[in-house]
């Protein structure tokens, strides 16, 4: 029998896979020993003697190497392949070898030497054959060939690298638009976009033309941002002594989202809420907690100030002072509250203020 033609190396030797192995056995040995001493504690010392014994299980079975078979050149292989053997075959290698040292500990070394007695000629051993390993010598390279491994990469080898060719192509001119030719008068550039100058604050707007009222949803089937609804109430615009300033009033959400409310306005907010009259807007708030309920809060602002009225929501409402204090509200109570106040619905927190001005 002989090994696959994929290998390049030879069965080792009866004395060398006795050598290896008694290294490593001494390495375990002397690291059990050494933590006894310092320790003084036998348990400690066993511990880190299983440890070492483990880390060589893991070390076989991921490169078929340890520290003896490194030292000697010898490495551990599948017997059908040049492989490492995995952690299957070395469990039931080591396991052999261990069960053979029960038998005055030397029973190991005797598993090992079982090699010689293999007439296959690949100086297998019995814990070999269960395990279809081999133990394989492997081949050193020349002290030459060593040496131009190690000078690869060097300034002589990168200058001695064949030059690239480079392939000159003629030109030819890019491809011109027949109305731009000779004598054509070229194409004025578009002109850039008008950017939006920003005014000084207090400065008051221009009117925006008239447009329809927007919907609840956008055609994405989105909620907008902008409240729906007619708002001014009839009585309050055609009286001019109770009329109240031109202004807004804005509501910034602690998730970015705005809202500008033109006052006098009742609106009810929520996660998809709905008008208490007709004459109601609706503001759908952003909540990516799903915290507020779906007609969570009504906000009313009119000649006397602002009210907000909790709708009987699961999560509450609650004003949130300066300090951080939070005082919650009772379902269905109008309470009024001042300009700049935060109101806490769910998760979501908004801020109430007042825009003195044109409505923008």
Known sequence: MSLPPQFTGQPASVGARLAAFSI?????????????????????????????????????????????????????????????????????????????????????WVVQGSAAGDRSGLRRSWADRAAQTVVIAVPRRPAAERGRAGRRGSASDVMSLPTPTIVARPWSPAPVPAAQGRGAAPTPAPEPPAVPVAQPWGTPMPAAPAAAPAPDADSTGQPTGRPTGAVPLASDAASSDDALPAGELLLVFDTGQRAQLPIPVAVNLGRNPERTEAADAVLVVRDPDSSVSKTHLRLEHDRSGTWVTDAGSTNGTDLVDDEGEARPLAPHARTYVDDDTRVRIGNRMFTVSRLIGDPS
């Not at 469990?91 to 052999?96: A, D, E, K, T």
């Open 24 to 108: 490593d056995v001494a390495i375990v040995v002397a690291l059990v020993g050494i933590v006894w001493i310092t320790t003084a504690s036998p348990v400690f010392g066993l511990l880190v003697g299983a440890e070492a014994v483990l880390a060589l299980w893991v070390l076989q079975a991921r490169t078929g190497l340890g520290p003896g078979k490194a030292l000697l050149g010898l490495r551990v292989a599948r017997i059908d392949a040049p492989y490492s053997p995995g952690a299957g075959r070395s469990f039931v290698r080591g396991s052999l070898v261990a069960l053979g040292g029960l038998v005055f500990a030397a029973g190991a």
